[in-house]
């Protein structure tokens, strides 16, 4: 198992995401009933997180979970000392010693999140017991790591009330999935590709780049856009303008919004990109589309 490089650990690694919510929204937050009971205060993704890790001799002011999709890193929790591999998941609990980093031969890549609230601390200790210690292995770790992003996308969206329970929501259920795994029956779960599929749904319509997507479901990029190719016929890129133009789509049909508003609803901050993006599909405008359905 490596040890942590002396010295202080480089952050930032090509294709991360992370969110930080500010200090003073955190405080405000934690005087909300209902945000104040499940508060996610950090959330991110590290690809290949080389020379990643930390050391907090007095813990962390949150509760941490990782979920670890590729790759290799070490947790101490305590005294006890655990490797991680992929799938492997960690919780640890706020105010105790710890110190985790990536392996120096092959770095973990690594989705996270950081938590605090009245209910917190009660959900860590809940999962820990349930998965049989601060360190399990999820045979599966695709779906965690899923809710993580949608932490993070919630997170981005808007640092609104709404934004926060959304993101509470995602890491009380990503609690869950690590609680849960040591309940579930043996067998073969769903393909890289079932789950691939599945995380983009569930997103839709914000965009889920093909780097993290491949590191979600333990496949690299270029395998992932070869199975999207050969089972379903698009990129994974494609398949997400697809998701994109089906719910444009329905705003189009169900609805009386402009097309400015429904092209923002679709994922799309320019009306103009969405309406060449949309005609190039439907081989009609969004103007037209709807005229066709009202038959003006």
């Not at 650990?9 to 090509?14: E, I, K």
């Not at 919780?91 to 950081?114: C, I, N």
Request: charged share 20%; aromatic share 6%.
């Amino acid at each position: 198992m490596d040890e942590p490089t002396a010295g202080p650990v480089r952050d930032g690694f090509a294709g991360q995401r992370m969110f930080v919510v500010p200090r003073p929204v955190v405080d405000a937050a934690l005087a909300h009933p209902v945000a104040g009971k499940l508060l996610v205060t950090d959330a991110g993704y590290f690809p290949h997180a080389a020379r990643h890790g930390r050391s907090r001799p007095r813990g962390a002011r949150e509760q941490i979970l990782l979920v670890c999709t590729g790759g290799e890193g070490w947790c101490r929790a305590g005294e006890a000392d655990f490797a991680v591999a992929r799938g492997g998941a960690v919780l640890l609990e706020a105010g105790v010693p710890h110190a985790y980093g990536a392996s120096k031969a092959d770095p973990w890549t690594l989705w996270w999140l950081h938590f605090t609230g009245s209910d917190a601390r009660d959900l860590v200790l809940g999962a820990r017991e349930a998965a049989g210690g601060p360190v399990t292995h999820l045979r599966d770790p695709a779906p965690v790591a899923s809710l993580v992003a949608q932490a993070v996308d919630a997170l981005d969206a808007g640092l609104t009330t709404a934004g926060l329970t959304r993101a509470a929501g995602a890491a009380w259920h990503a609690l869950a999935e690590v609680a849960a795994t040591g309940r579930r029956e043996p067998g073969p779960g769903p393909s890289p590709l079932e789950r691939a599929a599945a995380h983009l749904r569930s997103t839709a319509p914000r965009r889920t780049s093909v780097e993290a997507l491949a590191s979600m479901v333990g496949l690299s990029a270029s395998q992932l856009s070869a199975l999207f190719r050969e089972r379903i016929g698009v990129s994974p890129l494609q398949f997400q303008v697809g998701l994109r133009m089906a719910r444009a789509r329905e705003l189009l049909d169900g609805t009386d919004l402009a097309v400015g508003t429904v092209a923002r609803e679709s994922g799309y901050d320019d009306p103009m990109y969405f309406s060449r993006q949309f005609a190039r599909a439907h081989g009609t405008t969004p103007t037209g589309y709807r005229r066709r359905r009202t038959g003006a």
